[in-house]
Structure formats: C-alpha cells, structure tokens
C-alpha cells in the first residue's frame, strides 16, 4: 500500500498543521486583539491568549458602533448583512428555479436568445460597469433601499446553468407521466422537481449566502446612509478614519463578527457544500 | 436527451415567459442597459458638471491606452495575479496532496482548512492589514526581526506583497477542494503500479499525479485570474486604497478611482470596455474547459 508509513504520515500531519496555522491564524490574532485593553494593542505586538476586555468591547460595537468612523451599531450592520445575504440566496435560486424549468420543459421563440442573454450576465460582473450601472441603480431610485441591495445581483447564470444540467438528468417518462396524469406545470415543478432537486438547492444556498454576506463594492456604491450599511463594507468606514491612529481592537472585533456567519454556515454545512461546489464548477 | 429538444413536454405558450420574466428583466437592466451605457460613455466626452456632452469616437480609449498610469495599473495587475494565484495554487495543491494519503483525521483537516473561503476579501485584506501593521504587527514584527524594514504604508513593494498574501490566503481553500476531488478521482491502482515498478513519491506526484490532474489546474488557473483581477477590489480598497502612490492601483480599482473620486465619465467608460472584453475571453476560456470535461 502506498502512503501507509509512519514516517510519511508524521510528515504529512506536520504538513496539515501547518497549514491550519496558516489559515486560522490571521483570524486568531484578529481576535485576540479584539479581547486586550485598548491601551495594551498600542503599546507591543498582539500575544497569543485573549485578554480580558473582550465583553465590553463587543458589548460597545454590537450597541454603540463605532461613532469616529460613522458607522452604526454592529447590531444593525450584521441584521442588514443577513438579511442582504439571505434575500440574495433565495432570490438568485428561486428566480433560476423557474428560468431553466421554462428553458428544459417548453419549446418556444426565443428560447436561445434567453438562453444567451443569461450567459452573457457572467461575462459582465459589476466591477467592469461600477459607474454606469450606479446611474441606472440611481435612475430608478433604488439608492439607499433594500431593493437596491439585492434584487440587481439575482440574477445568475451559474445557478441556472446548474438546475439546467440537473433537470437533464431526470428521466423525460417522468415528466410524461406527470402529463398524462394531468397535472399542470407548476404542479410538476412543485411537487416532483423540487423535492428532487432538494441537496443542489441546499448546497446552492450555502455557496449564494456566502456570495451575498462578502459582497463589498456592491453596497459600497448601492449606499450612502450609514443605516443601510452591511457589515462587511461599513469596516472600511472605520478603517478610514483620516489623521487618526485606527481603534484596532473595534475594527477587529468587527472583522470577528463579520466572518463568523458564513464561516459557520460553511463548517456547518461542509459535505453538502463542497459537493455543490465542486459540481456548480463542472 | 436528444428526445427532449425535439418537443417540448409542456406545450404552454405564455407560461415560459412569465417564468424567465424576472430573470431576464433583471439581466436587461441590471446587467444589459449598464454595459451598452459604459459603450456608449466610452465614445462621448462630458464636462466636469454634466452640462455638455459630444462624440470623440476613440479619443477617450486613446487617452487610456497612452496614460502611463494605466499601464503601470495593467503590469500591475498582471503581477498581482500571477503572484497570488501561484501562491494560492501551490498551497491548495501541497494540502490537497498531504491530506489525500493521511489515515486518520482528514474530515477535521477538510473542514478547517476551508475556513477562509468564508471570509470575505475585504475582510481578509484587513486582517492581513493588521497581522502586517508596520508598529504593532504580529508578523511584521516577525519579519523586522529579521533584518528587513517593514513597511506597507511607505514602501509600494510592501503593500502589494501585503495585498497579494490577503488575497492568496483567501483563496487556498478554493483551489484546495478542487484538487483534493481531482487527487480522489485518480485511480489508486496507477499509483500502485508506479509505486511496484519502483518510482518514488516524488516522481510518482510529477509523472503520473501532475498531468492526470492538468485539466482541474488549467480550470484553476482561469478561476484564480477572475478572482485576482475583480474580487481584489474589496482587499484593496479596505486596505491599501491604491497607495501608497499608484502601488496597489490595480485596473479595477482605477475605473473605481477614475470614475468615482476623478469623475472621469468617458475614462473611467472606456477602461470598463476595455476589462470587458478581457472578462468575454477569460468566460470562454473557463468554458472551453467545460467543454473539454464533457466530451471525455
């Protein structure tokens, strides 16, 4: 058997470690940073315990925020994050759901030119229209609302593509037999492809609510308001504080609170979403 | 399959529409109207206060292409994403390859090393920001310690090394996922064979393991140049905010800057065109690799 050695295996633990201090280490020090006195971040390089100002600091940014740096309470920004996130999960999903069923189980005009223009969406991400794409956002009004947060990122072609390739695979005499059984469309959707269709929606979800939660330039352009701001762009906010040292144990604490959800949700949800992440891709 | 595209199993006629409805409406305005505005803008040149508008056809992509800002951004980004993504290629792989043969205790492995893929980029750029903090930084510390002056804020080369670790770092557990289903999926009897006919694990990992696995690399390779070239953005905005000077001024971030803070229309139009087309081939390429998957 090949591998099976003590010695190759001690070398590959090593390895493995390593690399976990590697990965979990900058979320570490960001943490206990965000524990120490204020006082103590200032004056030596971070150590490797927690200190014991951990509570009232994140007792200060979930409620008061971080005022130097206009940002609201952290309360509030994580609420706008998972609410954001959530909105775009289900929305990108449902809204694919529908177009690859009408794209797999209809034949009429224009079925390729749909087909293309949703294809095309993958060839234009937001970073290469910032400017125009905020005047439309503007135009229509949507600045500074939750409409404007979600609904222009649910589109996907990823997540179409995926049910696509999916509903291909079930057998035609199923949907046939739904047919001559009379039910109407909806109902074969609803009843027969979805209960399908259920572990590609559950690992979709995990893979959109953390596309969602991370977006950054998005909001940035999308929101002017501070209580509109999500977590993950309103850190900058305290970042930028001109002429001023940065208040490192706040924006650490911040940084904590704002990887902690997705991270959970993808330790939470691993076999599920490793193997829809994989798939999507193929 | 052949049997599906001749007739349809539904035969409604309205009801396809109404089901792509919100999807297309979406993708026409969001996406659509956006990027035939940036074509547009492109070819005009509006004063600063939006009161006079003409045509001058290719000026604004003459202007772009000739500023020596914009090809220091260019090389720029060339080298930024290069550097991350062999950084966060070769990381993935060497984890990927030591957890595929290790007996006990993979499934924690698996799961921890996916951490960062959770984090977003913005968010990793401040915590490298932080860990690299030219007085209080814990591995900027490390890095003094040994001889050389570290310094993000004052030194280009630094700051872009800093921005290159924060998006590498990101990304290994992307890449990493990948190749461990690609190791997985080689057949354990190749390996056998070479191990019987005497090849070593060293050469075994280059003549069989490498080019078995060459079809997820190259799809790896396209992915990791997206995400080096678009989703930095966030790293570098959070961070760095270009600086210091033009160092960490990738392309992105200069449509960002050119039409955000510059209010450059026409510029900031052209150089999206520009980024567009590199996007239209860069999806194709990504595709020629699906493609390729399926006619295996």
Same mark, same amino acid.
């Given at each position: 058997m090949v591998g099976g050695t003590t010695t190759e295996q001690v070398i590959r633990h090593i390895a493995l470690l390593l690399g976990v201090a590697l990965v979990l280490g900058p979320i570490w020090i960001a943490f206990v940073a965000s524990t120490l006195d204020p006082a103590d971040i200032l004056s030596r390089s971070v150590p490797l315990v927690p200190g014991g100002h951990g509570v009232q600091t994140y007792t200060d940014v979930l409620v008061k925020g971080h005022a130097r740096g206009g940002a609201p309470p952290l309360w509030l920004m994580l609420a706008n994050s998972l609410f954001v996130a959530v909105a775009i999960a289900v929305g990108k999903i449902v809204i694919s759901l529908l177009s690859a069923f009408a794209i797999v189980y209809f034949r009429f005009p224009g079925r390729m030119l749909a087909f293309w223009l949703i294809f095309i969406t993958l060839m234009l991400p937001v970073e290469v229209r910032i400017l125009p794409t905020f005047e439309v956002i503007a135009h229509l009004g949507l600045v500074n609302t939750y409409w404007g947060l979600t609904v222009p990122l649910m589109a996907s072609a990823t997540a179409t593509f995926l049910f696509r390739q999916f509903f291909l695979t079930v057998p035609r005499e199923i949907a046939d037999a739904a047919r001559l059984d009379g039910a109407r469309p909806m109902a074969f959707l609803w009843h027969i492809l979805l209960p399908m269709s259920r572990t590609s929606i559950a690992a979709l979800f995990v893979i959109l609510f953390v596309y969602g939660w991370n977006q950054y330039l998005w909001p940035l352009l999308v929101t002017?308001?501070?209580? &509109? &701001?999500?977590i993950v762009m309103g850190i900058q906010r305290m970042m930028a504080v001109p002429d001023s040292t940065p208040t490192w144990h706040t924006i650490m604490a911040t940084a904590t609170l704002a990887l902690l959800p997705p991270a959970v949700v993808v330790i939470l949800m691993r076999r599920t979403f490793v193997r829809g992440l994989v798939d999507s891709e193929k | 399959m052949a049997r599906r595209s001749e007739e349809p199993v539904f035969p409604n006629r309205l009801l396809p529409y109404l089901l792509l409805a919100p999807q297309l409406a979406i993708t026409v305005i969001f996406f659509l109207w956006p990027a035939a505005k940036a074509v547009q803008q492109s070819v005009l040149r509006e004063d600063p206060f939006g009161l006079k508008t003409q045509f001058v056809g290719l000026a604004n992509f003459h202007r772009v292409l000739s500023d020596p800002h914009y090809l220091d951004a260019a090389i720029l980004t060339v080298w930024l994403s290069m550097a991350t993504i062999v950084l966060a290629l070769l990381f993935g792989l060497l984890l990927a390859a030591a957890v595929d *043969?290790?007996?006990? !205790?993979s499934g924690i492995y698996e799961t921890v090393l996916l951490v960062p893929y959770a984090v977003a980029p913005a968010i990793a750029g401040v915590l490298w920001f932080f860990l690299m903090n030219p007085s209080i930084g814990t591995l900027s510390g490390a890095i003094k310690a040994l001889g050389y002056p570290w310094n993000h804020q004052i030194r280009g080369g630094d700051a872009l090394a800093l921005v290159v670790a924060a998006s590498a770092w990101k990304q290994i557990p992307y890449n990493f996922l990948f190749f461990v289903a690609a190791l997985r999926s080689i057949p354990k009897s190749l390996i056998e064979g070479a191990a019987i006919d005497g090849a070593g694990p060293w050469s075994r990992f280059i003549h069989i393991t490498l080019p078995l696995i060459s079809p997820t690399t190259f799809f790896l390779v396209v992915v990791n140049l997206i995400y080096a070239i678009f989703d930095t953005f966030g790293t570098i905005h959070a961070t /760095?905010? !270009? !600086?210091? *000077?033009?160092? /960490? /001024?990738t392309l992105i971030y200069k449509v960002y800057n050119d039409g955000f803070v510059g209010l450059d229309l026409g510029g900031s139009s052209a150089q999206s065109v520009v980024l567009m087309a590199v996007v239209i081939v860069l999806t194709l390429l990504q595709f020629r690799y699906v493609e390729k998957k399926v006619t295996y």
């Amino acid at each position: 058997m090949v591998g099976g050695t003590t010695t190759e295996q001690v070398i590959r633990h090593i390895a493995l470690l390593l690399g976990v201090a590697l990965v979990l280490g900058p979320i570490w020090i960001a943490f206990v940073a965000s524990t120490l006195d204020p006082a103590d971040i200032l004056s030596r390089s971070v150590p490797l315990v927690p200190g014991g100002h951990g509570v009232q600091t994140y007792t200060d940014v979930l409620v008061k925020g971080h005022a130097r740096g206009g940002a609201p309470p952290l309360w509030l920004m994580l609420a706008n994050s998972l609410f954001v996130a959530v909105a775009i999960a289900v929305g990108k999903i449902v809204i694919s759901l529908l177009s690859a069923f009408a794209i797999v189980y209809f034949r009429f005009p224009g079925r390729m030119l749909a087909f293309w223009l949703i294809f095309i969406t993958l060839m234009l991400p937001v970073e290469v229209r910032i400017l125009p794409t905020f005047e439309v956002i503007a135009h229509l009004g949507l600045v500074n609302t939750y409409w404007g947060l979600t609904v222009p990122l649910m589109a996907s072609a990823t997540a179409t593509f995926l049910f696509r390739q999916f509903f291909l695979t079930v057998p035609r005499e199923i949907a046939d037999a739904a047919r001559l059984d009379g039910a109407r469309p909806m109902a074969f959707l609803w009843h027969i492809l979805l209960p399908m269709s259920r572990t590609s929606i559950a690992a979709l979800f995990v893979i959109l609510f953390v596309y969602g939660w991370n977006q950054y330039l998005w909001p940035l352009l999308v929101t002017t308001e501070p209580r &509109y &701001y999500t977590i993950v762009m309103g850190i900058q906010r305290m970042m930028a504080v001109p002429d001023s040292t940065p208040t490192w144990h706040t924006i650490m604490a911040t940084a904590t609170l704002a990887l902690l959800p997705p991270a959970v949700v993808v330790i939470l949800m691993r076999r599920t979403f490793v193997r829809g992440l994989v798939d999507s891709e193929k | 399959m052949a049997r599906r595209s001749e007739e349809p199993v539904f035969p409604n006629r309205l009801l396809p529409y109404l089901l792509l409805a919100p999807q297309l409406a979406i993708t026409v305005i969001f996406f659509l109207w956006p990027a035939a505005k940036a074509v547009q803008q492109s070819v005009l040149r509006e004063d600063p206060f939006g009161l006079k508008t003409q045509f001058v056809g290719l000026a604004n992509f003459h202007r772009v292409l000739s500023d020596p800002h914009y090809l220091d951004a260019a090389i720029l980004t060339v080298w930024l994403s290069m550097a991350t993504i062999v950084l966060a290629l070769l990381f993935g792989l060497l984890l990927a390859a030591a957890v595929d *043969g290790v007996l006990k !205790g993979s499934g924690i492995y698996e799961t921890v090393l996916l951490v960062p893929y959770a984090v977003a980029p913005a968010i990793a750029g401040v915590l490298w920001f932080f860990l690299m903090n030219p007085s209080i930084g814990t591995l900027s510390g490390a890095i003094k310690a040994l001889g050389y002056p570290w310094n993000h804020q004052i030194r280009g080369g630094d700051a872009l090394a800093l921005v290159v670790a924060a998006s590498a770092w990101k990304q290994i557990p992307y890449n990493f996922l990948f190749f461990v289903a690609a190791l997985r999926s080689i057949p354990k009897s190749l390996i056998e064979g070479a191990a019987i006919d005497g090849a070593g694990p060293w050469s075994r990992f280059i003549h069989i393991t490498l080019p078995l696995i060459s079809p997820t690399t190259f799809f790896l390779v396209v992915v990791n140049l997206i995400y080096a070239i678009f989703d930095t953005f966030g790293t570098i905005h959070a961070t /760095t905010a !270009g !600086g210091p *000077g033009q160092s /960490t /001024t990738t392309l992105i971030y200069k449509v960002y800057n050119d039409g955000f803070v510059g209010l450059d229309l026409g510029g900031s139009s052209a150089q999206s065109v520009v980024l567009m087309a590199v996007v239209i081939v860069l999806t194709l390429l990504q595709f020629r690799y699906v493609e390729k998957k399926v006619t295996y």
